[in-house]
């Protein structure tokens, strides 16, 4: 009869459409070899950074921009794509906030999950996800190979917009005078009797683990400046310690007028984080800065220097 399907075709058209559905809904598997994955474990797993934007659950890295969500990925721009793609989750570190990477694992053939602890101890992640190949009619991401995922790739996704690593500050190597003085004359050596030196408690309290961050390192006028400085109190007795913190803003080898600024506080044992923000006037030169924080306790000063921008 005309315009009816026999039985066999019938059968043979739903079992297509049946394969077609299970290769369309099957996962797609994680591309990444073990030991490639170690070798990115080993070079981010314990590494310290600071949070370059507000960062929400559920966000995503793609193409080196942190995207609020999966759904800003996509390449079809269907009504449920454009109406989820700029919701946030809830928010699970804010710029300026340090955290440390404690495991990295695959996920699927196209995302990369970097689970971090923040210092206040929160848990989350951040997803690095392969390029989207535009194809009309589904989402289609390439594969997240070890060719892909290299650690340069990873780092450069991760510090493009999103994270500043902590291990690669400057240090007060722009202090050391240009001219060394001559070697002192070499003393003449005698033979003496070996002594045994007394054991000493160590009781004097100490700075360990600073760090400072000027976030966002490039700033332009009318902008907050978060000026941050991290260290850590090892103090035997555990008595607390005067502790006096210092920022100065330096330009063209000059403290800006206002600077340095201190704040003497009283510090316990263990780690501390603190911060000042302060916002760039419309006169502020463009150029490179420099943030020097110092954190000084009886015993001695410890300080560090980061350089920011200020951008027309």
Known sequence: MKGTVSQPNAITLTLTIFV?????????????????VENLKEAFVGREFV?????????VIYKGKPMGNFYATMHNQTSMVKKRKHQLGDLVSRGGDTAT????????????????????????????????????????????????????WVENQLTNATIKFLDKTETDAAEIPAVLPAPPMQP??????????????????SISRLSVTATPSRVRHGEVLKLQLDY????????????????????????????????????????????????IPSKAQPGSYTYKGEVCIPAGCTSRLVRFSIEP
């Not at 996800?129 to 060719?147: A, V």
């Not at 403290?255 to 600024?261: I, N, Q, W």
Request: aromatic content about 10%; some cysteine.
């Open 20 to 36: 077609l559905v299970l290769s369309g809904c099957s996962a797609p598997s994680i591309k990444l070899t073990d030991g490639h």
């Open 51 to 59: 949070f370059r934007t507000d960062w929400h659950h559920g966000m």
């Open 101 to 152: 990477f404690i495991n990295i694992a695959p996920s699927y053939n196209y995302r990369l999950f970097l689970t971090f602890k923040s210092s206040q101890g929160d848990a989350g992640s951040i997803i690095i996800m392969s390029p989207n190949k535009d194809s009309w009619g589904s989402e289609y991401y390439e594969d997240m190979t070890d060719s892909m995922a290299t650690v340069p």
């Open 188 to 205: 003449k050596l005698t033979p003496t009797t070996p002594t045994v030196p007394t054991p000493v408690q160590m009781t004097e309290p």
């Open 232 to 279: 850590t109190i090892d103090a035997a007795d555990g008595k607390p310690v005067q502790v006096t913190e210092s920022r100065n803003l330096v330009f063209n080898s000059k403290a800006l007028p206002g600077y340095p600024k201190e704040r003497q506080e009283t510090r316990g044992n263990g780690r501390h984080s603190t911060n000042f923000r302060q916002k």
